[in-house]
């Protein structure tokens, strides 16, 4: 695995620490260079969780090339009582999507997930109770939530899915290796729709369509029925702007299942 950000900011931070210890002990600086030291790095290793972006524990793919016009539709925590719904629009507009599934909800809605599949939109993990004691696990125990994940998928589709998006964004060292030792291509996204919080169709489609760019990997979620209600809107107006909405498995060129 290739050294991540987390890994060179720690080397040179545990320089920097040895140097402040060395000046505190021969040159008698104060304590408080090493209380703002430590202080620093944990306040970055912090930031290094919540902004996903960062790819500060590990490589997710945010985007595609932003110089074709293309984006892909990802929807996020379903499936729900209104997945159905939304995959009657997309196959009106002809359009592929990708959800990234909730084991748990998957459990109960195994037609619906069979019926995304078969309609040809991907499937990708997004761990099985997604709560926030996910976040807070070692390395085997997020193991083993993604596996009962892609085991679930698996056994309802006959495909083990290999795109993973953690939880609320938020990485650590340990989410990392879990990652890695399954293999699994980690998505992020680089339009925040925002639909979780708007509940104004029209200010939600508007920004939507204010930070639509090539290449952008668009971050919706699949239970709010603001989402619902702007869908056919904002697929009709990529449309009319010439973005070509393909499936994420070609705008960032990975394979989608094992
Ligand atoms: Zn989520």
Redesign the pocket.
């Known amino acids: 695995m290739d050294k991540s950000k987390f890994h060179l900011v720690t080397y040179n931070w545990l320089f920097l620490l040895f140097v402040f210890l060395f000046l505190h002990f021969w040159q008698h600086i104060s304590v408080w260079y090493i209380v703002g030291l430590v202080t620093a790095w944990l306040l970055m290793l912090a930031a290094g969780s919540l902004f996903f972006r960062w790819n500060f524990y590990l490589d997710a793919i945010h985007h595609g090339s932003r110089r074709v016009k293309q984006v892909a539709l990802t929807f996020?925590?379903g499936p729900s009582v209104q997945t159905e719904a939304l995959l009657k629009i997309l196959k009106q507009e002809n359009v592929p999507a990708a959800f990234?599934l909730?084991g748990e909800n998957s459990t109960m809605y195994r037609k619906i997930v069979r019926k995304a599949f078969d309609e040809n939109h991907l499937l990708g993990n997004?761990s099985f109770s997604?709560n926030v004691k996910f976040t807070f696990q070692n390395r085997k125990s997020v193991r083993e939530d993604l596996l009962k994940t892609s085991h679930l998928i698996e056994k309802i589709t006959g495909k083990q899915p290999l795109f993973f998006?953690p939880?609320?964004g938020v990485t650590n060292p340990e989410i990392a290796k879990a990652a890695n030792d399954l293999n699994l291509t980690v998505v992020g996204w680089s339009l925040r729709s925002f639909d979780t919080r708007y509940n104004n169709a029209g200010r939600l489609l508007k920004r939507l369509q204010q930070k639509t760019r090539s290449g952008d990997i668009v971050l919706l979620?699949d239970y709010p029925e603001v989402t619902l209600k702007i869908l056919p809107q904002y697929i009709e107006w990529l449309k009319q702007n010439d973005f070509q909405i393909v499936s994420l498995e070609q705008l960032i060129n990975k394979k989608a299942y094992a």
Do not use: A, G, N, V
Request: hydrophobic share 20%; net charge neutral; proline share 10%.
């Open positions: 996020d925590d990234f909730k997004h997604h998006r939880p609320f979620h």
